[in-house]
Nanobody, 129 residues
Framework: QVQLVESGGGLVQPGGSLRLSCAASGFVLGYYAIGWFRQAPGKEREGVSCISDSDLGSDGSTYYADSVKGRFTISRDNAKNQVYLQMNSLKPEDTAVYFC??????????????????WGQGTQVTVSS
């Protein structure tokens, strides 16, 4: 069955970097759009970034929320069944549990939460001095 497992979270100082990984299994990663979402305590889960399917015609196009544009980069390695979120210049307001999610393409992705069918369990990112 479809399974997503996030890793790479941790504690980092403001201005630092982390790379999150989303390991996919049970499906052909290239057929799916993958989104990254985050949820801070007491807040709604919000979309951060997504990458469209690469093998069904959406060409792996990407999207970023304004709050992370220019700081975060999403990428995929279908051969390794991994999607990455490189996070640079981290701020305390980036502190949250980060989730990856998947939906079958073809689809030029957005980060509308209800569009995604499969979710990982999340990884904690804490930005603090």
């Amino acid at each position: 069955q479809v399974q997503l497992v996030e890793s790479g979270g941790g504690l980092v100082q403001p201005g630092g970097s982390l790379r999150l990984s989303c390991a996919a299994s049970g499906f052909v990663l290239g057929y799916y759009a993958i989104g990254w979402f985050r949820q801070a305590p007491g807040k709604e889960r919000e979309g951060v970034s997504c990458i469209s399917d690469s093998d069904l015609g959406s060409d792996g196009s990407t999207y970023y929320a304004d709050s992370v544009k220019g700081r975060f980069t999403i990428s995929r390695d279908n051969a390794k069944n991994q999607v990455y979120l490189q996070m640079n210049s981290l701020k305390p307001e980036d502190t949250a549990v980060y989730f990856c999610a998947a939906v079958l393409g073809p689809w030029r992705c957005t980060v509308v939460r209800n569009s995604y069918d499969h979710w990982g369990q999340g990884t904690q990112v804490t930005v603090s001095s």
